[in-house]
């Protein structure tokens, strides 16, 4: 049987643990057909692990994109876009593609910088992608930016982020709040509109985690290909991102990516869902 086309529209990182990279070895990892339009290429410097992003000429983004809209993605997943000129096209290469899911990771910073890439995407995100979303996967700080709330501290400044990003439109909201809330569990709060869930697994070691976001939202999305419920796919995307993590491992002095594959290949784990 044919497999399900998931299409990332996302970053490269050269490491490969995030980015299309870790995109793609999800999909493949969730038995679904991986697809990608590049929108920029992250690489590091050797000595300092300083990141560097080399941006794809826009007229190369479009005819990737009219290339990957003609081969009808079932799901899309937007990454690292970069400008506001992408992120808009992204939200019409969704339109275009008849595609029934949609998912998008609010990605605002490169991993390891502190400078949000651009500020005008945030707004970009809030009038180009959130009305479009299936589910939107945002950590603390992204959501404090969305629903400009800033700096979330507790899980009441979670659930109010979730109702303004829901309200923007996405029909799903996920904040992972998990690592900076809590030092025992990690947590996660669901929204569908109608009812909050915490998602909860072990917190697992911190060092070697690069790549979870991407990970997570490109779980989600190969789930809902695959048929799940929004519900279904985020906790079994959360599932399948702790068990990377756990298996995290050091790659060099600066980085320690996820196993994509240990979910599958190591251990399953469980995750713990709440009505809040
Ligand atoms: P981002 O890379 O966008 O900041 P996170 O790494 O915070 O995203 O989150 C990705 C997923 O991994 C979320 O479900 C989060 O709760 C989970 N997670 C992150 N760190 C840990 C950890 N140390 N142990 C268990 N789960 C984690």
């Known amino acids: 049987m044919a497999l399900n086309k998931v299409l990332t529209i996302a970053g490269s990182d050269t490491s490969a643990g995030a980015g299309m990279q870790a995109d793609l070895k999800t999909f ?3 038995n679904t057909y991986g697809m990608v339009v590049l929108c920029g290429i992250v690489t590091m410097d050797k000595e300092t692990w300083s990141h560097h992003v080399t941006p794809i000429p826009f007229e190369t983004i479009e005819r990737q994109i009219e290339t990957a809209v003609s081969i009808g993605p079932d799901a899309i997943k937007t990454g690292m876009l970069g400008t506001e000129e992408i992120i808009k096209r992204a939200g019409e290469a ?29 707004e970009a ?6 009305p479009k979303a299936t589910v939107v996967t945002p950590n603390l700080f992204e959501a404090g930016q969305l629903s400009n709330l800033g700096t979330l501290k507790s899980l009441d400044d979670m659930k109010e982020a979730a109702k303004v990003i829901h309200e923007q439109g996405a029909k799903h909201v996920v ?3 998990g690592k900076a809330l809590d030092q025992d569990k990690s947590y996660d709060l669901y929204y ?3 009812t909050f869930y915490q998602l909860t697994t072990d917190m697992f ?4 985690n690069h790549g979870a976001g991407c990970t997570f ?3 989600t999305t190969a789930n809902l290909a695959n048929g799940e419920s929004p519900k279904d796919a985020v906790i079994n995307a959360k599932a399948f991102v702790a068990s990377a993590i756990k298996n995290g491992w050091k790659m060099n002095d600066f980085v320690g990516p ?3 594959g240990a979910s599958n290949r190591v251990e399953k784990i469980e995750v713990e869902v709440t009505e809040i």
């Open 125 to 130: 995100m809030i009038n180009h992608l959130l």
């Open 94 to 122: 969704f339109e275009e593609s008849g595609a029934k899911y949609f998912v998008v990771d609010p990605v605002m910073v490169c991993k390891g910088e502190d400078e949000v890439l651009n500020p005008g995407n945030t």
């Open 175 to 177: 904040i992972k709040g």
């Open 258 to 260: 996820v196993d994509h």
């Open 192 to 194: 569908d509109g109608e």
């Open 205 to 208: 070691q911190q060092s070697y």
């Open 28 to 30: 493949q990892e969730l």
């Open 217 to 219: 939202a490109a779980a």
